[in-house]
């Protein structure tokens, strides 16, 4: 044996050893057990403290009754109204168990790496649990939760629990520490609270999950509905006191929407609701659905600079929709036992496409919106989606798998690849529906009639009731005969050209494109810091010159321009926004094709865009002669 072999055989004796002594410390690899039928034996205790505003970190204790024995615990996957496997597991820290005051080993699977696997030692009833979830403290890390005055808790992201149960059979009891003097609100009933520290009544963990919290330093609540059996508050946390300052007339605005929700469905499916409303420039802005609340996260300005932001109002509307659309009535894909468990999402296009429409009629209805507004941005909305290339090769029904395929991460080319777009076309879808309802029935009957049909049923029902897409159907055709079946396959299956915009005719309007942007759009060009010239170069531009929002096929493209390149000049000239727009007007008029001198990475080079069209924005127009369907939409209910 060389000298080598013989320091290697003796490098590998203690190596083995270790290897031994750990296989005869942890615990054996074993598959994550399969959700049976029973309740998790005793109620499962977990504190949070969410003190650490400083460093944004969540710290959790955790108690959970045990018997001796392998067990395995789940960190949540599958985030309830994100519809995808997208729970940031990275976020999880420092996980520590115990027993009995002694330290009990785990190792997580090595194929579902969100199960944790750990062996209960002998005469133990309680493990306890340590670990941390940490706030991502730049965007660039996830969605911030945590700032020096606002906080948010979403329960999935600091809970584990234990496998081979049914979520609704298993119960917790929360508390969370908040920091001194806070505010919270949440749909969770409370127990008591001990000075910053608030102990909340035990729920299943479905229940749990789905009622999140938001606390901070500077609060408000306002009733939304005075007298009403059924509570309906709107919860307001702020980076400082001045943005909670709600006028009454914007107060009866919201008021009105929820009492246009009401008239809409005649029932709710709520014991209370909470609006959980963050008006910040640092917390995460955020939107999704809850059964008895909701997560809505705005930028600065919402009521006191109110005129300028009128498109972030249809928010408020469209998560209050989910408890009827996507909380009570359920797609049966989405009843799943737990929370590690993939979720199907065939029908989304119901679940968002079909809260998007209602929630952007609220909006109008109740006056959160004008109609003009409404109008503008349908057309905004009808112009992209007639504009989408890859309609193409992949259909709007496939784009339902979006969440899980991209998990909305950026991309490249969104208008090919496509993203989550059955919300939007499937609002246009239901528009679609609507008019046909209307022109069948001789505008006797519409959406709303199925509305009430379809969402309004078992007023007062807390507990989900799942569909089909034959109960869609057979609810359809209750309110008018037709083969609905049909119709709506063909434009969820189906390859254009265009968008679904026959809604739009039926409705009495026609999309058009002029050479000056609506309100809407200019709007929506400020905020963004962009030059949105998509229906005539094909491309936006940021402020500093960098292309983005690239149509497939279209002039740019053409050009060689990617969402990779930079735009140094036109004919010329240092690019401004107006510099480049003043270029396509002039080629309309004859001159020159467009010059851009452009950079990519470390090279420039001129490339020319032979356009003579002109500045191209889109805008609904009447069709002369046709009933205004639109307006009747629109109108609020008496």
Do not use: C
Not at 80 to 102: D, E, R
Not at 296 to 320: A, D, I, M, Q
Not at 480 to 503: I, N, T, V
């Amino acid at each position: 044996m060389t000298a080598t072999r013989r320091f290697l055989a003796r490098a590998a004796r203690p190596a083995g050893a270790l290897a031994l002594a750990l296989a005869l410390t942890l615990p054996a690899q074993a598959a994550v057990p399969a959700v049976g039928t029973a309740a998790y034996p005793g109620t499962i205790m977990v504190n949070v403290d969410a003190s650490n505003l400083s460093q944004q970190i969540f710290r959790m204790r955790m108690s959970l009754p045990v018997r001796p024995g392998p067990l395995t615990l789940l960190y949540p996957q599958w985030a309830p109204g994100n519809h995808g496997p997208n729970i940031p597991l990275t976020q999880l820290a420092g996980l520590k168990f115990s027993a009995g005051g002694k330290p009990v080993a785990w190792t997580r699977d090595p194929v579902n790496v969100y199960a944790f696997h750990l062996t209960v030692p002998e005469g133990a009833t309680m493990l306890e649990a340590e670990y941390q979830f940490l706030s991502p403290l730049d965007a660039s890390q996830g969605r911030i939760t945590m700032t020096d005055d606002i906080l948010g808790v979403q329960w999935q992201s600091v809970l584990l629990y234990p496998a081979g149960y049914h979520a609704r059979r298993i119960t917790v009891q929360p508390s969370v520490t908040f920091p001194a003097g806070w505010q919270y609100a949440t749909a969770l009933a409370t127990e008591e609270r001990r000075g910053d520290e608030v102990r909340f009544k035990p729920h299943d963990l479905e229940t749990l999950v789905d009622s999140p919290i938001f606390a901070g330093r500077h609060f408000k609540r306002i009733d939304l509905a005075p007298g009403a059996k059924a509570p309906v508050a709107l919860n307001i946390v702020a980076d400082n006191p001045e943005n909670l300052d709600a006028k009454p007339e914007q107060i009866a605005l919201h008021r009105t929407m929820v009492e246009q929700a009401l008239k809409l469905f005649g029932s709710h499916h709520y014991k209370h609701y909470d609006f959980l409303f963050a008006i910040s420039d640092e917390f995460g802005g955020i939107g999704r659905e809850h059964h008895q609340s909701s997560e809505n996260g705005v930028k600065l300005g919402y009521f006191t600079e109110w005129s300028k932001n009128e498109g972030g109002r249809e928010l408020l509307p469209h998560e209050f929709v989910h408890s009827w659309n996507g909380k009570f009535r359920r797609p049966a894909g989405q009843d799943v036992p737990n929370f590690n468990t993939p979720l199907q999402n065939s029908l989304l296009w119901v679940y968002e496409g079909q809260t998007q429409f209602w929630g952007a009629v609220l909006a109008a209805r109740s006056g959160l919106v004008s109609q003009t507004y409404a109008r503008d941005a349908l057309a905004a909305n009808a112009a992209r989606y007639d504009n989408t290339q890859g309609r193409a090769w992949r259909a709007v029904q496939d784009t339902v798998n979006d969440p899980i395929i991209n998990g909305r991460r950026p991309i490249g080319w969104g208008n090919w690849q496509r993203s989550e777009d059955y919300y939007v076309e499937g609002m246009l879808i239901w528009l679609d529906v609507d008019t046909k309802i209307r022109e069948l029935s001789g505008d006797k009957r519409s959406l709303d009639d199925f509305a009430r049909a379809f969402f309004g049923v078992e007023n007062g029902r807390v507990d989900p009731l799942y569909y089909g897409f034959e109960d869609v159907v057979a609810t359809l055709n209750k309110v008018q005969k037709f083969d609905w079946a049909p119709f709506l396959r063909s434009r969820l299956e189906g390859h254009g050209p265009g968008a679904p915009l026959d809604g739009l005719a039926r409705a009495g309007w026609k999309l058009v494109y002029t050479d000056t942007p609506t309100e809407l759009l200019k709007g929506a060009d400020e905020r963004n810091r962009v030059t949105d010239l998509s229906y005539s170069l094909g491309f936006s531009v940021r402020q500093d010159g960098t292309v983005t929002g690239v149509i497939w096929d279209g002039v740019g493209f053409r050009a060689g321009l990617a969402a990779n390149t930079t735009i140094v000049a036109v004919n010329n000239k240092v690019y401004k926004g107006e510099v480049l727009k003043a270029a396509i007007k002039a080629a309309r008029d004859g001159q020159a094709p467009i010059e851009l001198l452009v950079r990519k990475g470390n090279n420039l080079r001129t490339i020319t865009l032979d356009y003579r069209e002109g500045l191209r924005y889109p805008k609904l127009e009447r069709i002369p002669g046709t009933r205004d369907r639109l307006e009747e939409l629109f109108r609020a209910l008496k």
